[in-house]
């Protein structure tokens, strides 16, 4: 069967050399990367992916440029191939540069296609819809409709250890695309002193130890009753043995704001690290570390309002001054603010766009 990893504008090539490392070939496109694999690999791919945002089940692609076309396409997938009788299928949807513009009547008559073709195999004309969930996206992107089912259910993004948000928290899933694009080696401390909630730590933390990131939590696809119960166990109690927080090393933040750092605290915890990750209440501009040669990754406040563009600015001038207390040292910074490198005062080695939420950013190695 055909899926595709869907991830964050700029993450698609990643996304695609994560799922090769797990031994999946795939090819990148605009949000996500495509590839086929047996349902058991697709929940591998749910188990250990840590840049992407859902693993989609495509059920079928097609062209269409009147709404009949769209119910025609739906109505000709083989759905009873995919859901029980009794299968919960709501159905979400987008449209974009396309003719069908209210994206209510797409998900409507999508969902009526798939109840047509369920009645005519099923040979019923009502479904309790009370068993397991099957989300179904309609997504038309110009002339072309595509519908797919989600094996992921809740976003990827949730691990399950981040319970309360700090002020503009990384996503987790960028939060790892940074760890794993930045020139972090074997035995190099990686130190965040901007930590806020502990996002880059533990997402840091998670890659070293080998930890799969949805270790514990579930997927949409493990109530399907054609996943296979007993191999996705297997594939689980594997990953289980592979943690091991004792290839760690120093991972370690810091940030101004205590109550952050509560938070970031409690993160560690329910993200089974603590002990793990040193944390401490300091502003950057003091901060002195006795680890050599550190790699210093963050996500500095980008000072969005013209009332923090000042602070800010100096902030950055502060990250310089870290640097240069730190001989050896490595920066690698994510931000929106345009004039980064002027008050950094120095060009970075590389440069990658990409996006927080919405926000365009620049990922920039010194
Ligand atoms: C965008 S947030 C970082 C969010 C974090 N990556 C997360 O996932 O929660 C920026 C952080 O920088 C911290 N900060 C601002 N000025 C600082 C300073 N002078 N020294 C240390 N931390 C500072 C703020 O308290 C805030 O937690």
């Not at 490392?21 to 749910?46: C, D, Q, Y």
């Not at 503009?168 to 190099?188: I, N």
């Given at each position: 069967m055909e899926y595709i990893a869907a991830a964050a504008f700029g993450l698609e090539g990643i996304v695609k050399r994560e799922?090769?490392?797990?031994?999946?070939?795939?090819?990148?496109?605009?949000?996500?990367?495509?590839?086929?694999?047996?349902?058991?690999?697709?929940?591998?791919?749910?188990?250990?992916l840590r840049t992407a945002d859902r693993v989609l089940l495509v059920a079928g692609e097609g062209k269409t440029l009147s709404f009949e076309d769209l119910f025609q396409l739906v109505f000709s997938l083989p759905w009873e191939d995919y859901l029980p009788k009794n299968a919960r299928f709501p159905v979400s949807g987008k449209c974009a540069r396309s003719r069908l513009m209210s994206v209510r009547d797409c998900q409507a008559i999508t969902k009526k296609a798939i109840a047509e073709r369920l009645k005519r195999h099923y040979r019923t004309q009502w479904f309790p819809e009370d068993g397991p969930e099957y989300p179904i996206d309609v997504s038309i992107h110009g002339d072309l409709a595509r519908l797919t089912i989600d094996?992921?259910?809740?976003?990827?993004?949730?691990?399950?250890?981040?319970?309360?948000?700090?002020?503009?928290?990384?996503?987790?899933?960028?939060?790892?695309?940074?760890?794993?694009?930045?020139?972090?080696?074997?035995?190099?401390?990686?130190?965040?002193?901007?930590?806020?909630?502990?996002?880059?730590l533990i997402e840091a933390a998670y890659l070293r130890s080998r930890r799969a990131p949805g270790l514990t939590r579930n997927f949409a696809c493990e109530a399907w009753p054609d996943f296979p119960k007993k191999e996705m166990e297997g594939i689980r109690r594997e990953a289980e043995a592979q943690f091991d927080p004792g290839r760690i090393g120093m991972i370690g933040g810091s940030d101004v704001d205590p109550e952050a750092l509560t938070l970031c605290k409690r993160h560690i915890k329910q993200a089974g690290l603590s002990g793990k990750i040193t944390v401490m209440q300091k502003d950057l501009r003091d901060?002195?570390?006795?680890?050599?040669?550190?790699?210093?990754?963050?996500?500095?406040?980008?000072?969005?309002?013209?009332?923090?563009?000042?602070?800010?600015?100096?902030?950055?001038?502060?990250?310089?001054?870290?640097?240069?207390?730190?001989?050896?040292?490595?920066?690698?910074?994510?931000?929106?603010?345009?004039?980064?490198?002027?008050?950094?005062?120095?060009?970075?080695?590389?440069?990658?766009?990409?996006?927080?939420?919405?926000l365009e950013c620049e990922f920039m190695i010194f």
């Open positions: 799922l090769k490392h797990l031994g999946m070939e795939a090819k990148a496109e605009t949000g996500g990367a495509r590839f086929s694999a047996s349902p058991v690999e697709a929940f591998r791919a749910n188990l250990w094996t992921s259910g809740t976003a990827l993004n949730r691990r399950g250890y981040r319970t309360w948000n700090g002020e503009a928290p990384l996503r987790e899933t960028l939060a790892a695309a940074l760890v794993m694009l930045s020139p972090w080696e074997k035995d190099m401390p990686l130190w965040d002193p901007c930590c806020g909630t502990g996002t880059l901060l002195q570390l006795e680890a050599a040669s550190p790699l210093f990754l963050l996500n500095p406040p980008y000072g969005e309002r013209l009332s923090d563009k000042k602070n800010c600015e100096q902030l950055y001038r502060g990250l310089r001054a870290l640097s240069d207390r730190h001989p050896g040292s490595r920066m690698g910074v994510i931000t929106a603010h345009p004039g980064f490198e002027r008050c950094y005062g120095k060009r970075a080695g590389q440069k990658r766009r990409l996006y927080n939420g919405r």
